[in-house]
């Protein structure tokens, strides 16, 4: 058996083990940990209690979405402005081809006409 | 906690790309952002001048194609002389045809435009030939290509 083995069935029996401490020893465990935490900072404290604490975060349950509901906003705005990227692209073409319609050679109803449209085909050569 | 984030944040992606494809394919559609254009007493005294044509039609007209003429606008001093004074003229009856007749002009444009210079020489001619026509003629090349359609 290699350290690393030893290490992780040793971390497993500690923890199986954990739910049959005597009440006494959790009791001591738990008045070192408050003597302890006594003596560090407040902001250190409250990140060691979120920390430590499994099955309490229920306490700090309005913040655990935070990150989620940040991530969906972000991407909620990067598509939204992609939206409007594709938009403009979009108007800035038509535009681009209307006013290449509007100044050339040939007169508008040259491309609404559709008596023209029957002309060009009816005077076409035809091909073999 | 930190166990149910990957699931959540996955779902949530999920939720939010699944649909982008789709939108992708549909120009203006659902989230599209609304375009503001400016009224016609918001233009500048150059404005109004270029867009004079249409300051009849201005207020009728919907954001999106005041936007559209307001980048034509912005194309219009890089323009020729002529082909400005040409812009002006056609200003009225671009804006008189209907959605379906823009199209049809567009994608009429871009097919001609993709021709050979001497194939659009011809059709030039071809058009100056049509115009000689008498009206009767004309009529009967109309209908016969909406019978054909």
């Known amino acids: ?80 402005w992609y939206q409007v990227a594709r938009q403009a692209t979009h108007h800035q073409d038509a535009a681009e081809i209307d006013a290449q319609v509007l100044t050339d050679d040939l007169p508008i109803a040259a491309y609404v006409d559709q008596g023209f449209e029957a002309w060009l085909k009816h005077t076409q050569p035809s091909r073999p | 906690m930190a166990k149910t984030h990957p699931a959540v944040a996955a779902l949530a992606l999920a939720l939010l790309l699944g649909p982008v494809p789709a939108l992708a394919t549909q120009p203006g559609a659902l989230t599209a952002p609304v375009v503001r254009a400016p009224e016609w007493g918001q233009l ?16 009728k007209m919907e954001h999106a194609r005041r936007d559209k003429w307001m980048r034509i606008v912005r194309q219009y001093s890089s323009l020729p002389a002529e082909k400005q004074q040409r812009l002006q003229s056609r200003m009225q009856q671009w804006a008189s045809l209907t959605h379906e007749q823009r199209v049809q002009a567009r994608e009429r444009y871009a097919k001609l435009k993709s021709l050979p210079p ?32």
């Open chain 1, 1 to 80: 058996m290699n350290e690393q083995e030893f290490s992780t069935r040793l971390a497993r029996r500690l923890e199986d083990r954990l739910d049959d401490l005597p009440p006494t020893v959790m009791a001591r465990l738990r008045a070192a940990r408050e003597a302890a935490l006594a003596q560090v900072p407040v902001q250190a404290q409250q990140l060691a209690f979120a920390g430590a604490v499994r099955g309490t975060t229920h306490r700090h349950g309005g913040l655990r979405f935070v990150p989620l509901a940040a991530l969906v906003l972000g991407l909620t705005l990067s598509f939204y």
């Open chain 2, 44 to 59: 500048t005294p150059e404005q109004q001048r270029i867009l004079a044509p249409l300051a009849a039609e201005w207020p």
């Open chain 2, 118 to 149: 001497e194939k659009r020489h011809e059709i030039n001619r071809k058009w100056a030939e049509y115009e000689r026509l008498p009206e009767e003629r004309k009529h009967k090349l109309r209908q016969a290509i909406q019978t054909a359609e």
